[in-house]
């Protein structure tokens, strides 16, 4: 059958095939091909059965078979369509090629709503002088398998199915991306006759690994689930891996609308290609995906469980999701943190250590840990000739609204000699940190000399000479206990504020242990320190200036409204000292106003001019 378009310039007609039972037996030949772009060839009905060509039952195409739809010398290739309602046999010749001179590959589908086999299919969609074509298989579930052949192929028409759903062999696959194809599988889960989930399962040992030609797309869309199991590597250009689950925009009559999602188990490589992936649930435990510079998109209505490692290099990893649970031994709570920040939301924390630094600009975030046993061990440090460059020894750097921190152990990196981390650096309102346990590390442990200066700071807000600058209102520090060895630490700092600032500080029913230079210090308005405990241990930097609660103006504004309530500051025998228990104001001619005092354990020491204390 011909409908060939050989003038120079035309491009090849169109040609269908239809019928109840359709077969291409060896030795059949349909060309569609033009010197100025392929034609059509429909086999069995059109592009996923939805044309209004009647769609067959079953369809053949023996080996020997073939279908030619290519461009001659310019043109994309044509498209050909291999349809049917139950079983597709496809192990014949179809190409689809582009242009000798121009022009890209053209399109392919060999598809069925129930059974689908392509054992032994030689499929060309090259293109010399442009992007390689697109083969789409569309069955109902998919299983892709090691090897090249999926059942065995008889020597005649076969119309019946053997069994239900699809087995692809990886190296069909393999060699299309190989010469640059881009692949699609997409299932559907049926109609009222035939039912599958419409999963794409891939089996381990059938790895897809595009090792030769341009750069290629390789596309899963199911209207179930996505399991990987075989791995996903590039090592020639670029592939970019779209994964897309829970899919129901086909003609399926889904019995499991409510399933589908994604689960990587094993390793996915890219090369520089992108990784996409959506549906309801998402899990890449026992999954490490590089892109090595391509962008990584986790976008998903339910749960994302990271497991493993998200390295997109250069790229950047973005996403939504209901809610994601980072779990220790692969995961990362920097990508989890990126993979929500499209919408805000929680990420669960589980048990272990995460050694990494973390920057959040999300607002409405919610970082929960699983208790003590959650760790967030900071990396950064700078030495003290970098005071006050907070933000670059900064572990966790906060610059957003409506940011929760709750229910972890959070720790300093093992800081050396002469050097200094901020374990968490803030601006934004209504931040809170809650129950949490907080360490200082200090590897110095040699007593106090005249040249130190600055420890560890524990919490701190962005000052001045810090971009950005500003409101700090709805802060809560509240449940927390704070411990330090070495040299000592600052507990909270409220750093201070430049031009008055409006909004509210509270630091509330927090324990401070260890060493400590100052618990907490404030030089803003409208603060709140209630019900902490303070219990310094032996080194407190007393003679370089320490205090449990100092209320101080470096600002040039007045400081006021501040209330001091309920304190305990317990120094002496087992306890170190401070050179002031709990100090107002500072060698400045700035004055505070508007500071009550009641029901404290400590003693009080007045500096410059303050106004007003009750």
Known sequence: ?????????????????????????????????????????????????????????????????????????????????????????????????????????????????????????????????????????????????????????????????TASGAQIGVDNINTQLGLGTSVTITTDSGNVLHQEPGDITQNAGATISKTLGLAASLSMTAAGTITLNGGITSSSNALNVTLTANDNSGTQADPTPLVGGVVVASAISTNGGTFTSSGLAFNNTGGTITTSGGNIQVNHTGTVTLGADLNAGAGTITGTAANVQVNAGGGSIQDGIDVIAGTGGTVNVGAGTFTEDLSITTNNLSLQGAGPTSVIKGVSSLSQASFPQFQNATNILVQADAVTINNFTLETPNVAAGSYSALITFVGQNFQVTNNTLN?????????????????????????????????????????????????????????????????????????????????????????????????????????????????????????????????????????????????????????????????????????????VT
Do not use: C
């Open 1 to 161: 059958l011909e409908a060939k378009g050989n003038d120079t310039g035309t491009t090849g007609g169109t040609v269908k095939v239809l019928g109840e039972y359709v077969g291409l037996l060896s030795g059949t030949n349909v060309n569609a091909s033009g010197d100025g772009g392929g034609g059509t060839v429909l086999v069995g009905g059109n592009f996923q059965g939805k044309g209004p060509e009647h769609n067959a039952s079953a369809v053949w195409m023996g080996q020997g078979a073939s279908i030619n739809a290519d461009a001659g010398s310019t043109g994309d290739g044509g498209k050909v369509i291999v349809w049917s309602e139950n079983v597709s046999r496809v192990h014949g010749a179809i190409s689809a090629r582009g242009g000798s001179v121009s022009g890209n590959g053209g399109f392919v589908e060999t598809s069925s709503h129930n059974q689908l086999e392509v054992g032994g299919l030689q499929l060309d969609l090259r293109a010399p002088n442009g992007q390689g074509g697109e083969w789409l298989i569309d069955p109902l579930n998919v299983t892709i398998v090691a090897g090249g052949a999926n059942t065995t192929v008889t020597a005649a028409p076969n119309f019946a199915p």
């Open 440 to 612: 200082s590390i200090q590897g110095d442990t040699a007593p106090v000399g005249a040249n130190d200066s600055l420890t560890n700071i524990m919490i701190q807000s962005i000052g001045p000479g810090a971009a950005p600058a500003g409101n700090i209102d709805g802060l809560l520090v509240q449940g927390n206990t704070f411990t330090g060895n070495g040299k000592g630490y600052y507990g909270v700092y409220l750093n201070q504020q430049g031009a008055a600032v409006a909004g509210t500080a509270t630091i509330d029913n927090n324990q401070f242990n260890g060493n400590i230079w100052r618990a907490i210090s404030t030089e803003r308005s409208n603060t709140t320190i209630t019900g902490n405990t303070i219990a310094p241990g032996p080194e407190t930097l007393a003679a370089w200036g320490g205090s449990g609660i100092a209320v101080r103006n470096f600002t040039g504004t007045t400081i006021d409204n501040v209330t001091i309530t309920g304190n305990t500051i317990t120094t002496g025998g087992a306890n170190g000292s401070f050179a002031n228990e709990l100090l107002l104001g500072f060698a400045d001619t700035d004055p505070l106003t508007d500071i009550a005092i009641s029901g404290n354990t400590a003693d009080i020491n007045v500096v410059g001019d303050v106004l007003g």
